[in-house]
């Protein structure tokens, strides 16, 4: 009902500030006139009730005697309550501080009769010029209606009771007027049981509490609210817990109008998920998947982190939202707020009508009016809410040691987990990298990039031995993988030359097509469904055959042979290209058609990318990179551009940098996440003891060697513009005697008799004025044939 009444309502504020400054000039000129006019009262002065023809002695002549004589006789002492109302409100208003809204206006003139009441109760004076009581007709008439309950009763008194009635109802009027609600009563009563610095801080919010000690804000509901929640860690959510506010937080505003009030619900305080697990859970040594990995005590154990969430001071920064949201003329209101390690969620519901794009074009205007370094802004997926997200003043510091403890880790059933960080809430985030099935990453200089891809690889070392996992490393600064050279996982050195970079990438073409072959041969899907296929015959110790057909007897039936395939194992292979611009620079075109056929097909033969890059332009992340990369890691990028370069949209921008990144997988809506941090020193004590007992690497020498002639597939060097052999050369030895024959060498002519394209008929052209078949053509375009067939 409150809802429809704030709907429809009539009377409205014009929030047009010209509108208010007259409005409010005008109210406390008229409260001037009321207290002067009746400060210098006169009962002598010619009015309704007294004829004299003497001098008028009122401060505003006649008219003012006239008036002040009519409130005098109506309200007694109650006439300066108005007087004094109005001039408050009105310069509120004029200066626009954020005046009490008009209903609170009408609320607060209740004041008059029911102080006049209170006043009626008092003793008169000697005095006193006039018959009524002090508070005159009106509260003469108020205090006997009032008595009448109590001369019922029998109570003893009842004139002085009437009177605590009325100047009780009288204060209330005044309180709600200036925007005084029963939680702050609350506030009040719970901070007197408390220590008396928390007393103080408490009691002191209450100043801005009031319409006069900030900007105006819409209405809220007179009725009771519900608690103020926090959701605590490993409880169930039905159980509340009561703080000492009972407030919500409302965000309204119409357009060509003042915020109307809407029905309210309390804010949510939803306390962050730790992922922090207790030491004792960690083993000197522990069992992978098939082998030994590195154990846990090789990371640093996080510190105690321990932050206690200030309820009051979340709902005054939520206040603070509220009113600048307000400002900037977006209706609805904060339902719930979601404190994390980095950054604080406040999610935003918003009113009809209002654009998800509008509010989140408005991120720097919000950022600046909250003091904050950033703030950013985006659509809760699954909710009727915008999240806007900002920085907590003591941001802490996300440890891989607490995520590779936690049972999302260690429990999970990911072929490929990786360990991405937190979210804003606090809980851990564990992304399977065989589902993605490449990760494509972007971030500037000191955004954390190396550091997040130091944490994935680790969060793979730790879970899978080399024989589940291995890696080829691609480094062209030579500086950030390098520390890893020697690691049993690695299938070749680490590689930094850009030109061997090229023959990696095209080895593992080679190596997924091979892979292909093994499992089309074998009747399965995936390089999952072969090792499984595989141990199964190893446990039975049977051989994994197939017939294939060779040909025809003399009798023209077909001849089978049985083929044995292969029952050893096949790991997952991941690459790591840790500055792809750097390779672009170098072998563009042969970088792009491999990651291209990589990206496209290596999903089932257990290959998988992860590319990342500082410079996150379009001649980096071309389109047909960009198309084949669904899965996408943003840290903090300097331009809205760069942003939608790599996620299609903006807000990596305004990360906070230290690992504080934006997740995009394929159908999922972009998720923020803080990315654990490992030093140097945890990483090269992982390595040491992978090089101590995990036995030496054992490198593939095929990786990093030239091809040879024949090997590659047809498809791939088609796409590298690396295709040669005895086709080329009768192409040109047919256009050579085309030449000789018909004594005409045009780019057209062999086009036309060779049926290929324009730019292979050119090459051929140029490769006979090469030999000295044609000559070079003259100013006119004609060549001569230099070289006679050899029937002449």
Request: charged share 25%; proline share 6%.
């Amino acid at each position: 009902m409150a809802n429809s009444i704030a709907e429809a309502a009539p009377m409205r504020e014009v929030s047009d500030p010209v509108w208010r400054i007259i409005t409010g000039t005008g109210a406390f000129a008229l409260g001037v006139f009321i207290c002067g006019s009746v400060g210098s009262y006169d009962p002598l002065d010619p009015s309704w009730n007294a004829a004299s023809d003497r001098a008028v002695e009122n401060l505003f002549g006649s008219g003012g005697a006239v008036f002040a004589d009519i409130m005098r006789q109506l309200f007694g002492w109650s006439a300066w309550v108005a007087g004094l109302a109005l001039m408050i409100g009105g310069a509120m208003r004029a200066v626009l501080i954020g005046a009490p809204k008009i209903r609170r206006w009408m609320l607060g003139f209740l004041f008059v009769p029911l102080s006049a009441a209170c006043f009626a109760a008092w003793p008169v004076p000697t005095s006193w010029p006039l018959r009524a009581g002090l508070g005159g007709m009106v509260g003469d008439g108020l205090h006997d209606l009032a008595a009448m309950p109590f001369r019922a009763l029998l109570l003893p008194m009842p004139e002085i009771l009437a009177g605590f009635v009325a100047g009780g109802l009288a204060l209330i009027c005044a309180f709600t007027a200036l925007g005084f609600r029963r939680g702050d009563a609350r506030l009040l009563q719970a901070a007197a049981a408390k220590s008396s610095a928390r007393a103080a801080r408490q009691a002191g919010g209450l100043w801005s509490r009031f319409s006069f000690g900030r900007k105006s804000r819409p209405d809220e509901m007179d009725e009771d609210q519900d608690l103020f929640r926090i959701r605590r860690p490993n409880e169930p959510t039905s159980e509340v817990i009561e703080p000492e506010l009972d407030e919500d937080v409302f965000v309204e505003d119409e357009p060509e109008a003042a915020p109307q009030p809407a029905p309210a619900k309390s804010v949510t305080v939803t306390a962050p998920r730790s992922a922090t697990i207790p030491t004792t859970r960690v083993k000197r040594s522990r069992k992978g998947r098939g082998g030994k990995v590195p154990p846990m005590d090789l990371l640093q154990v996080p510190p105690a982190q321990r932050h206690e969430i200030d309820e009051e001071e979340l709902l005054a920064k939520a206040n603070r939202l509220a009113e600048v949201l307000r400002e900037f003329g977006v209706r609805g209101r904060i339902r719930e707020v979601r404190p994390g390690p980095v950054v604080t969620l406040f999610e935003l519901e918003p009113a009809a009508g209002v654009k998800s794009a509008r509010v989140i074009s408005l991120a720097d205007d919000v950022a600046r009016s909250m003091s904050a370094v950033s703030c950013r802004i985006a659509v809760v997926p699954g909710k009727n809410a915008i999240g806007i997200e900002l920085p907590n003043e003591e941001r802490q510091t996300v440890y891989l040691r607490s995520l590779l403890d936690n049972d999302a880790y260690t429990k999970t059933k990911a072929a490929l987990p990786m360990a991405l960080g937190e979210d804003i809430g606090g809980a851990p985030t564990v992304v399977e990298l065989a589902k993605m099935p490449h990760l494509l990453i972007a971030g500037t200089t000191g955004s954390g990039k190396s550091v997040g891809v130091n944490a994935m690889i680790l969060s793979l070392i730790f879970k899978l031995p080399p024989e589940e996992c291995r890696f080829i490393f691609i480094d062209p600064k030579m500086l950030e993988l390098s520390i890893y050279e020697g690691i049993p996982h690695l299938l070749s050195p680490v590689v930094t030359d850009p030109k061997k970079a090229v023959l990696a990438l095209q080895w593992a073409v080679r190596e997924m097509e091979m892979r292909y072959e093994l499992m089309s041969k074998a009747g399965v899907r995936n390089l999952a469904g072969f090792n499984k296929k595989a141990a199964e015959f190893r446990k039975r110790g049977d051989q994994m055959t197939r017939k294939v057909q060779t040909g025809f007897d003399d009798r023209g039936k077909p001849q089978y042979e049985t083929e044995i395939l292969p029952l050893d194992h096949v790991p997952n292979l991941v690459i790591v290209i840790d500055e792809m611009a750097d390779l672009m620079m170098v072998a563009g075109k042969e970088i792009e058609g491999c990651v291209q056929r990589l990206a496209q097909m290596a999903r089932a033969a257990g290959i998988h990318l992860i590319t990342a890059t500082q410079r996150p332009s379009v001649d980096v992340i071309t389109g047909t990179i960009k198309a084949n990369f669904p899965t996408r890691i943003s840290y903090m990028v300097t331009t809205k551009i760069d942003s939608r370069t790599i996620l299609g949209e903006q807000g990596a921008e305004q990360l906070l940098g230290m690992g504080d990144l934006l997740y995009q997988a394929a159908g999922v809506k972009t998720k923020r996440c803080h990315g654990p941090f490992v030093s140097d020193e945890e990483v090269q004590a992982v390595v040491d003891w992978l090089r101590d007992n995990g036995g030496e690497p054992d490198y593939n020498p095929e990786v990093l060697e030239e091809p040879e002639e024949g090997t590659g597939s047809a498809i791939m060097d088609a796409m590298l513009g690396t295709s040669t052999g005895d086709k080329d050369e009768d192409l040109y030895a047919q256009a050579m005697a085309i030449v000789l024959r018909d004594k005409r060498a045009s780019t057209s002519y062999l086009q036309r008799r060779l049926k290929v394209g324009y730019n292979k008929a050119a090459t051929l052209i140029e490769r006979l004025e090469e030999e000295g078949v044609i000559s070079a053509p003259n100013h006119a375009g004609k060549r001569t044939i230099l070289k006679q067939s050899d029937g002449e």
